[in-house]
C-alpha cells in the first residue's frame, strides 16, 4: 500500500495525472450497480455488504493504522463519528441494496446522482444556509427529473404489473440518498478537520461491528448460500475496485484538484453506469428514463454551481 501511494502521488502530481485518476474512479464506481445487481442473484443485500465491507477492511484496515495518528479523535468525537458509521456505511447501502435488488442498475446509477441535491437541500434546511431562486429551481427540476426516472412517465405506475416492486426500489435507493446526504452534513466538521480517506476508512472498519453480526445471523439461519463464480467476482470488485481503489484514487486526486473541478466527473457514474446496465443486463430505458436523467444532470449541475460537491461513500 505504501508503495501504491507513492507511484499515485507520482502520477497525480499533474493536473492530468489528476483527471485521469478522477476519470478511473468514476468509471469503476459506475461499474458498481451492475456488480451489485449480479451479486444479489445469490446473496441477500446483508450478505453482500457484510462480504464487501469485511473485505475491503482488510486492505483498508493498514491505511488507517498508518494515519491513526494523524486523526487525535477525542471521546467526545466518538458519537460523531459512530453516527457517521451507522449514517453512511450501514443505513445509506442497506436502503441502497435492498432497493437495487428491486430496482434496475440503470435506474439505481441515475438516481444516485441525485446525492448532491439531497445535501444541498439539507444544507438550506440544517445549516440555514443561503436559499436563492436558482436554488429553488434547482430542486423543482431536480426532482421532477426523480418523478420521471421512478414513474415512467406522467401517470403513477403502481397498479402496472410487477412496476409496483420497481417504483419500491427506486424510493429506497432515494431514501439511501438522503441517508447519504445526512452523513455528509453530520460529518462535516469531522470530514474538513481530518483526511477524508482516514474517515472513509475508519467509517467502512468501524461498520464491521454491525454487518458481522448481521451476516452471521443470517448465514446461521438460512445457511451460507451457493455463490457462483461470477457472484464472487462481483464482490471481489464492489470491495476492491469500487471501494478501495475508487476511494483512493479520488481522494489522491483532490490533493491537486479542488473539489469543485473534481465535481463535474462525478456525471461519468450515471452515465456511464446506465450504458453499462443496458449492455450487460439489456436493460429497457424508456423515454421518460432518458428525459428524467437528463433533468437530474441539469439539476446537480446547477446544484454544484453553486458550492463544491463532497463525494462520500
Given at each position: 500500500?505504501?508503495?501504491?501511494?507513492?507511484?499515485?502521488?507520482?502520477?497525480?502530481?499533474?493536473?492530468?495525472?489528476?483527471?485521469?485518476?478522477?476519470?478511473?474512479?468514476?468509471?469503476?464506481?459506475?461499474?458498481?450497480y451492475v456488480?451489485?445487481?449480479?451479486?444479489?442473484?445469490?446473496?441477500s443485500?446483508?450478505l453482500?455488504?457484510?462480504?464487501?465491507?469485511?473485505?475491503?477492511?482488510c486492505?483498508?484496515l493498514p491505511?488507517?493504522?498508518?494515519?491513526?495518528?494523524r486523526?487525535?479523535?477525542?471521546?467526545?468525537?466518538?458519537?460523531?463519528?459512530?453516527?457517521?458509521?451507522?449514517?453512511?456505511?450501514?443505513?445509506?447501502?442497506?436502503f441502497?441494496?435492498?432497493g437495487l435488488?428491486?430496482?434496475?442498475?440503470?435506474?439505481?446509477?441515475?438516481?444516485?446522482?441525485t446525492?448532491?441535491?439531497?445535501?444541498?437541500?439539507?444544507?438550506?434546511?440544517?445549516?440555514?444556509?443561503r436559499?436563492?431562486?436558482?436554488?429553488?429551481?434547482s430542486?423543482?427540476?431536480?426532482?421532477a427529473?426523480v418523478?420521471?426516472?421512478?414513474?415512467?412517465?406522467?401517470?403513477?405506475?403502481?397498479?402496472s404489473?410487477?412496476?409496483g416492486?420497481?417504483v419500491?426500489?427506486?424510493?429506497?435507493?432515494?431514501?439511501?440518498l438522503?441517508?447519504e446526504?445526512s452523513?455528509?452534513?453530520?460529518g462535516?466538521s469531522?470530514?474538513?478537520?481530518y483526511?477524508?480517506l482516514?474517515?472513509?476508512?475508519?467509517s467502512i472498519?468501524?461498520?464491521l461491528?454491525?454487518?458481522?453480526?448481521?451476516?452471521?445471523e443470517?448465514v446461521i439461519r438460512?445457511?451460507?448460500?451457493?455463490?457462483s463464480?461470477?457472484?464472487?467476482?462481483?464482490?471481489?470488485?464492489?470491495?476492491?475496485?469500487?471501494?478501495?481503489?475508487?476511494?483512493?484514487?479520488?481522494?489522491?486526486?483532490l490533493?491537486?484538484v479542488?473539489?469543485?473541478?473534481?465535481?463535474p466527473?462525478?456525471?461519468?457514474?450515471?452515465?456511464?453506469?446506465?450504458?453499462?446496465?443496458?449492455?450487460?443486463?439489456?436493460?429497457?430505458?424508456?423515454?421518460?428514463t432518458?428525459?428524467?436523467?437528463?433533468?437530474?444532470?441539469?439539476?446537480?449541475?446547477?446544484?454544484?454551481r453553486?458550492?463544491?460537491?463532497?463525494?462520500?461513500?
Amino acid at each position: 500500500m505504501a508503495q501504491a501511494k507513492i507511484v499515485a502521488r507520482r502520477i497525480a502530481s499533474t493536473r492530468a495525472g489528476a483527471w485521469a485518476m478522477l476519470i478511473l474512479a468514476n468509471t469503476l464506481w459506475a461499474g458498481s450497480y451492475v456488480a451489485g445487481k449480479v451479486a444479489l442473484r445469490d446473496l441477500s443485500p446483508i450478505l453482500l455488504n457484510t462480504l464487501r465491507f469485511t473485505l475491503a477492511s482488510c486492505f483498508l484496515l493498514p491505511v488507517l493504522l498508518a494515519g491513526w495518528r494523524r486523526l487525535h479523535l477525542s471521546w467526545r468525537m466518538l458519537p460523531q463519528f459512530g453516527l457517521l458509521v451507522l449514517l453512511g456505511v450501514v443505513l445509506n447501502k442497506f436502503f441502497e441494496y435492498v432497493g437495487l435488488n428491486l430496482t434496475t442498475a440503470s435506474d439505481t446509477a441515475l438516481l444516485i446522482s441525485t446525492e448532491s441535491i439531497f445535501t444541498a437541500l439539507l444544507s438550506w434546511v440544517i445549516l440555514r444556509e443561503r436559499f436563492s431562486r436558482a436554488a429553488a429551481l434547482s430542486l423543482v427540476v431536480g426532482f421532477a427529473g426523480v418523478y420521471l426516472v421512478i414513474e415512467r412517465g406522467f401517470l403513477p405506475q403502481w397498479s402496472s404489473g410487477g412496476g409496483g416492486a420497481r417504483v419500491l426500489g427506486d424510493l429506497l435507493v432515494i431514501l439511501s440518498l438522503a441517508v447519504e446526504a445526512s452523513y455528509t452534513i453530520v460529518g462535516k466538521s469531522l470530514l474538513s478537520r481530518y483526511p477524508p480517506l482516514l474517515i472513509t476508512a475508519g467509517s467502512i472498519i468501524g461498520s464491521l461491528v454491525f454487518w458481522i453480526p448481521a451476516g452471521a445471523e443470517e448465514v446461521i439461519r438460512i445457511g451460507w448460500p451457493h455463490l457462483s463464480l461470477l457472484g464472487w467476482l462481483s464482490v471481489l470488485y464492489m470491495a476492491l475496485a469500487v471501494t478501495v481503489i475508487g476511494y483512493f484514487l479520488w481522494f489522491q486526486a483532490l490533493t491537486v484538484v479542488d473539489a469543485s473541478s473534481a465535481a463535474p466527473f462525478l456525471f461519468i457514474q450515471p452515465l456511464l453506469g446506465a450504458c453499462i446496465a443496458i449492455l450487460l443486463l439489456d436493460e429497457q430505458l424508456s423515454w421518460a428514463t432518458i428525459a428524467g436523467g437528463a433533468l437530474i444532470i441539469l439539476s446537480v449541475t446547477l446544484v454544484s454551481r453553486r458550492k463544491p460537491v463532497i463525494e462520500t461513500l
